[in-house]
């Protein structure tokens, strides 16, 4: 006797209804790389699995009235495979190759690694920087979440019960612009990361920096931005904004690296991320994809 | 709740009646009788249980049968029902296995590796094969297997 009952329509508008019967009960279902598991392993229970993989269009992947509309859909490996994302999102493409091993990516979506919403979601930084939405839909309607609003806490959205995540939008840049992320793990084979950072530098020299792994949800610093903006970043953080960053960073210790560590490192991989992303913006090297550790 | 799911396997149209959360590994062991996906970590984390699913390697221990409705689904054995493949002739060569436990993952994530880049460096099939572990062989007699291959391959 299993413990749900499976459903996959082949609609939207069959997916809200059952998701206005069931609520919290029904757990929505695509690549199953986090869900699946947690199923088997009894963390999660839900009356209901809905399969969304029937749903037309959940796969699309492209640029729309300047703005990049990523589908519920999209695997990480069609990411990583997308000329369209290795050119004008170059750091979600970057960030999306450092996803656990080939074998998940082929089946995890980046929805569903914001949706999961652990603190070490590898896509939220550069997302983040982004400053991309969440485009959700319910029996009530349509509405966008800006990515900032997304994440409440450690596996917690600000996605209603019944509501369903479409795609996330994330506007184009026009004009020159670099960007990186930098994910340290314990070793260089799949692991999930010890600190993540994404920093993305403009032509007029405005700047952006989130954090994954390094408090209970994936964070942007924008004290630290305002205060670099303008200025063409030396290489290497002054006192105050070291300040900043420790004061608003929050590590755990936990067995992939202690507080201390962690905190030590937010500020090296923050310099080493952030003199990347303005090389990029000027001469593009080091490539896109190239190790940064 | 039981289904009744239909899918193509190994090249054939299957059918098999299964409960919703039963993972697509146990039915392909249990029900097919096919042992090449190995029960390993059973967390989707060391490979050892993929098989192709429309062509691409995914993790069987993390997949529910009733996802594969109408799916295609390769695995080890439908590999080489034409007997044996060059590159596995190749990991017979440089003697790249010694238990076997990963020998079947590896040689699925490969394959759908060898695919989409033909002419890989050693870096890049390091990279490919991150998520596949192995515990007797220091990967070293696998990558040289794979990379051998492409040479022979390319000449």
Same mark, same amino acid.
């Given at each position: 006797m299993s413990t749900f009952d499976y459903k996959r329509p082949a609609t939207i508008g069959e997916v809200v209804k059952l998701l206005d019967e069931y609520k919290t009960s029904a757990k929505l279902l695509l690549g199953g790389t986090d869900l699946n598991l947690m199923l088997t392993e009894d963390i999660i229970k839900a009356d209901i699995v809905i399969d969304i993989k029937n749903i037309e269009g959940l796969d699309v992947l492209q640029i729309k009235d300047s703005n990049l509309i990523i589908g519920a859909g999209v695997t990480f490996s069609q990411i990583v495979d997308s000329p369209l994302m290795k050119e004008k999102f170059p750091v979600i493409w970057e960030s999306s190759r450092t996803v656990a091993s080939m074998g998940l990516r082929n089946r995890a979506t980046i929805t569903g690694n914001i949706c999961s919403a652990v603190p070490s979601a590898d896509s939220a930084p550069a997302l983040l920087n982004r400053d991309a939405a969440v485009v959700a839909i319910s029996s009530q309607g349509k509405r966008e979440i800006p990515i900032e609003d997304f994440f409440t806490g450690p596996r917690k959205t600000s996605l209603l019960d019944n509501e369903m995540v479409m795609s996330i939008k994330v506007p184009e840049i026009h004009g020159k612009f670099g960007g990186s992320y930098i994910k340290m793990g *314990? !070793? *260089? &084979?799949e692991d999930l990361a010890q600190v993540g950072v994404a920093t993305l530098a403009t032509e007029d020299l405005n700047y952006k920096i989130s954090y994954c792994a390094v408090g209970p949800r994936p964070l942007r610093v924008k004290e630290v931005e305002a205060l670099l903006n303008g200025k063409e970043f030396q290489g290497e953080l002054n006192q105050e904004l070291k300040d900043i960053i420790l004061r608003t960073v929050s590590p755990i210790s936990d067995i992939r690296a202690s507080k201390e560590y962690r905190e030590k490192m937010c500020l090296v991989l923050l310099e080493r991320s952030l003199k990347a992303s303005l090389s990029r913006m000027k001469n593009g090297e080091p490539q896109y994809g190239k190790e940064l550790l | 709740m039981k289904k009744e799911i239909i899918f193509k396997l190994n090249d054939e149209m299957v059918s098999v009646t299964v409960d919703s959360d039963e993972l697509l590994l146990d039915v392909l062991r249990d029900k097919f009788g096919l042992k090449s996906p190995k029960r390993s970590c059973g967390r989707g984390e060391c490979g050892a249980c993929s098989v192709l699913l429309n062509g691409k390697s995914v993790r069987s221990c993390i997949i529910f049968a009733v996802e594969v409705a109408g799916q295609e689904i390769i695995t080890f054995e439908g590999l080489q029902?034409? &007997?044996?493949t060059d590159l596995q002739k190749s990991f017979l060569e440089h003697n790249s296995f010694q238990c076997g436990f990963c020998t079947s993952g590896v040689t699925i994530t490969a394959t759908e590796f060898l695919q989409k880049n033909p002419k890989p460096t050693v870096k890049e099939i390091k990279e490919a094969l991150a998520g596949n572990l192995c515990r007797?062989?220091? !990967?070293s007699s696998i990558v040289d297997a794979i990379y051998d291959y492409t040479k022979k391959k390319g000449e």
């Amino acid at each position: 006797m299993s413990t749900f009952d499976y459903k996959r329509p082949a609609t939207i508008g069959e997916v809200v209804k059952l998701l206005d019967e069931y609520k919290t009960s029904a757990k929505l279902l695509l690549g199953g790389t986090d869900l699946n598991l947690m199923l088997t392993e009894d963390i999660i229970k839900a009356d209901i699995v809905i399969d969304i993989k029937n749903i037309e269009g959940l796969d699309v992947l492209q640029i729309k009235d300047s703005n990049l509309i990523i589908g519920a859909g999209v695997t990480f490996s069609q990411i990583v495979d997308s000329p369209l994302m290795k050119e004008k999102f170059p750091v979600i493409w970057e960030s999306s190759r450092t996803v656990a091993s080939m074998g998940l990516r082929n089946r995890a979506t980046i929805t569903g690694n914001i949706c999961s919403a652990v603190p070490s979601a590898d896509s939220a930084p550069a997302l983040l920087n982004r400053d991309a939405a969440v485009v959700a839909i319910s029996s009530q309607g349509k509405r966008e979440i800006p990515i900032e609003d997304f994440f409440t806490g450690p596996r917690k959205t600000s996605l209603l019960d019944n509501e369903m995540v479409m795609s996330i939008k994330v506007p184009e840049i026009h004009g020159k612009f670099g960007g990186s992320y930098i994910k340290m793990g *314990r !070793y *260089r &084979g799949e692991d999930l990361a010890q600190v993540g950072v994404a920093t993305l530098a403009t032509e007029d020299l405005n700047y952006k920096i989130s954090y994954c792994a390094v408090g209970p949800r994936p964070l942007r610093v924008k004290e630290v931005e305002a205060l670099l903006n303008g200025k063409e970043f030396q290489g290497e953080l002054n006192q105050e904004l070291k300040d900043i960053i420790l004061r608003t960073v929050s590590p755990i210790s936990d067995i992939r690296a202690s507080k201390e560590y962690r905190e030590k490192m937010c500020l090296v991989l923050l310099e080493r991320s952030l003199k990347a992303s303005l090389s990029r913006m000027k001469n593009g090297e080091p490539q896109y994809g190239k190790e940064l550790l | 709740m039981k289904k009744e799911i239909i899918f193509k396997l190994n090249d054939e149209m299957v059918s098999v009646t299964v409960d919703s959360d039963e993972l697509l590994l146990d039915v392909l062991r249990d029900k097919f009788g096919l042992k090449s996906p190995k029960r390993s970590c059973g967390r989707g984390e060391c490979g050892a249980c993929s098989v192709l699913l429309n062509g691409k390697s995914v993790r069987s221990c993390i997949i529910f049968a009733v996802e594969v409705a109408g799916q295609e689904i390769i695995t080890f054995e439908g590999l080489q029902k034409e &007997g044996m493949t060059d590159l596995q002739k190749s990991f017979l060569e440089h003697n790249s296995f010694q238990c076997g436990f990963c020998t079947s993952g590896v040689t699925i994530t490969a394959t759908e590796f060898l695919q989409k880049n033909p002419k890989p460096t050693v870096k890049e099939i390091k990279e490919a094969l991150a998520g596949n572990l192995c515990r007797c062989t220091g !990967y070293s007699s696998i990558v040289d297997a794979i990379y051998d291959y492409t040479k022979k391959k390319g000449e």
